[in-house]
């Protein structure tokens, strides 16, 4: 990898909309966490189930994943399927379609050192499809995009498989998926290959000379969320601040407009200060010094030091030191394999109503029905 490849297209939201934060989140290290391995399981699975699918030659590489479950299982198979589908309407357009799975893609044409890695691209005569697998659920991701002109880390995979595979297909239109399981989420945006090919021209390129010499005006927002300096980011705590000042009207009690005014900023300045006191712990850990505070021993519960031990002495004196509860529906399954727990208990598992939850008018969800929902508690 070269030395400067920090123009990644899964991050290409966050440095089209803030160029210099690039070169800032190329200095930090990468931070692992759980979250990361268990995508990355799951992306394993993925490519696993789908080759297998295209009856290719494959290892299962089950044993060897740490966070595979019966969820993982299902959420793999479900995208494998959906691009096996996608395969056969390909066929429809081309008797031999070219399908990669984790295909690394260069689009360095228009992006210094850019590059990525799809999880699955057909290559038809006149359409291109590109499908992006996540496992993730804090972030609703959509193909189209913030701006409805595709999103950008699928439109730099089809740059970058139209420049490799462009002259073997006559492809005219590129259809961009975002599978996503854990969210109930299965979303397709298509665009013609000229306005892709405008917006990498236009809009990706001259940003991307910005963003890899560092330069341009930094911006906050909800692109914020996986940039590793956002804890300390000037501009997004002026950003967050500037969220906080609200001009009030008159009157001892918010009315439900100025309410409704103040949610949609509510996430964003509780992430923003949830950052700031992870990091300033960390810091704090690390020897830094904040004026006025001081790391102390949190509480704690009491455990036992030998669980073995405990429940022997227990027994020996007559008593049962356990307590039995019947496994959850995700573990009896795993248990039981997910046909056979269909067989013997799918007429025993139901899946009761969502508590309510307030969001935009945007989401696609059905409104609550709240007359339904007294009678129900009646």
Not at 305 to 327: H, S
Request: proline content about 4%; some cysteine; hydrophobic content about 35%.
């Amino acid at each position: 990898m070269a030395k400067h490849a920090f123009l990644a297209a899964s991050a290409s939201d966050r440095w089209l909309h803030c160029p210099p934060s690039a070169k800032l989140c190329a200095q930090e290290e990468d931070q692992g966490s759980p979250y990361a391995q268990q995508g990355t399981d799951a992306h394993e699975l993925c490519q696993y189930l789908l080759e297998k699918g295209l009856g290719r030659n494959v290892k299962d590489p089950t044993e060897d994943l740490t966070w595979y479950d019966a969820e993982m299982r299902e959420a793999a198979e479900g995208y494998a399927s959906f691009v096996l589908g996608q395969v056969e309407e390909a066929k429809a357009l081309c008797p031999d379609p070219m399908v990669c799975v984790e295909q690394t893609v260069d689009f360095s044409k228009w992006v210094e050192h850019g590059f990525g890695t799809a999880d699955a691209l057909i290559v038809a005569d006149d359409l291109l499809y590109i499908t992006d697998f996540k496992y993730g659920v804090g972030c609703l991701v959509s193909a189209s995009g913030e701006d409805g002109t595709g999103n950008s880390q699928l439109k730099c995979y089809a740059l970058g498989a139209l420049d490799t595979f462009g002259n073997l297909f006559d492809i005219k239109r590129i259809r961009l998926s975002i599978y996503q399981p854990r969210r109930e989420n299965i979303d397709t945006f298509e665009l013609t290959k000229d306005d892709l090919l405008k917006w990498a021209d236009e809009v990706l390129a001259p940003i991307a000379k910005l963003a890899y010499e560092g330069q341009g005006e930094f911006e906050a927002g909800d692109h914020c969320q996986f940039c590793k300096v956002k804890a300390t980011c000037r501009k997004r705590a002026e950003y967050a601040m500037e969220l906080a000042k609200y001009e009030f009207a008159e009157g001892p009690t918010l009315e439900p407009d100025e309410i409704a005014e103040i949610l949609p900023q509510i996430d964003t300045l509780v992430r923003w200060a949830d950052d700031i006191k992870k990091y300033a712990l960390n810091q704090a850990l690390a020897g830094v010094k904040f004026p006025g505070y001081k790391l102390v021993e949190g509480r704690s519960n009491r455990k036992y030091t030998d669980e073995a031990a405990v429940a022997r002495i227990v027994t020996e004196v007559g008593y049962d030191p356990y307590e039995k509860t019947l496994l959850g529906i995700t573990a009896m399954s795993k248990q039981l394999g997910k046909s056979k727990f269909e067989e013997l208990l799918g007429g025993l598992v139901i899946k009761p109503q969502g508590k309510p939850v307030l969001v935009p008018k945007s989401d696609d969800r059905v409104e609550f029905n709240t007359e339904q929902q007294d009678f129900m508690e009646e």
